[in-house]
């Protein structure tokens, strides 16, 4: 598999989990400016994801998911943190640790593929940059 498409299915993968847990959480939310905050990062990454999953179409490739195995654990996790405490607080902070996992994942396939294609690793700094971003805006409700 070449460059692009390593990278691009990071992309995908990375942008589709940080997705799918905000919408996890999200449901759980009583604070209504924290829920906002969450719908605009779950609407950050469904872009990034399409993008990405655009991209695999032009290299001819699939986008691929993370596994229903690969998920359970991590919605497990998210269940048990939930029945312990479901503030605003506590739910920033399992998105802080969920971003940093992410930004590490996404630096690593960028320092990786430094011969991809310009368009993949500007996707993949927009990547890392809402990452940054996003935990910045999830420190203030900490």
Same mark, same amino acid.
Request: hydrophobic residues 45%; contains cysteine.
């Given at each position: 598999?070449?460059?692009?498409?390593?990278?691009?299915?990071?992309?995908?993968?990375?942008? @589709?989990?940080? !997705?799918?847990?905000?919408?996890?959480?999200i449901?759980?939310?009583?604070?209504?400016?924290?829920?906002?905050l969450?719908?605009?990062?779950?609407?950050?990454?469904?872009?990034?994801? /399409?993008?990405a999953h655009?991209?695999?179409? /032009?290299?001819?490739?699939?986008? /691929?998911?993370?596994?229903?195995f690969? #998920? #359970?654990?991590?919605?497990?996790?998210?269940?048990?943190?939930?029945?312990?405490?479901?503030?605003?607080?506590?739910?920033?902070?399992?998105?802080?640790?969920?971003?940093?996992?992410? *930004?590490?994942?996404?630096? #690593?396939?960028l320092?990786?593929?430094?011969?991809a294609? @310009?368009?993949? *690793? /500007?996707l993949?700094e !927009?990547?890392?940059?809402?990452?940054?971003r996003?935990?910045?805006? *999830?420190?203030a409700?900490?």
């Amino acid at each position: 598999m070449d460059q692009n498409a390593e990278l691009l299915l990071e992309i995908y993968k990375n942008a @589709e989990l940080e !997705r799918a847990i905000i919408g996890r959480l999200i449901r759980y939310c009583e604070d209504a400016s924290f829920r906002n905050l969450m719908a605009e990062h779950f609407t950050a990454y469904h872009m990034l994801m /399409q993008e990405a999953h655009e991209m695999l179409n /032009q290299h001819g490739m699939l986008a /691929q998911e993370y596994g229903p195995f690969e #998920k #359970k654990s991590i919605f497990s996790s998210i269940a048990l943190h939930l029945r312990i405490d479901k503030t605003s607080s506590h739910m920033a902070e399992m998105l802080v640790r969920g971003n940093v996992t992410g *930004l590490i994942d996404i630096t #690593k396939a960028l320092n990786e593929a430094k011969s991809a294609e @310009e368009a993949v *690793l /500007q996707l993949g700094e !927009r990547l890392k940059s809402a990452h940054v971003r996003h935990m910045e805006q *999830l420190l203030a409700f900490i």
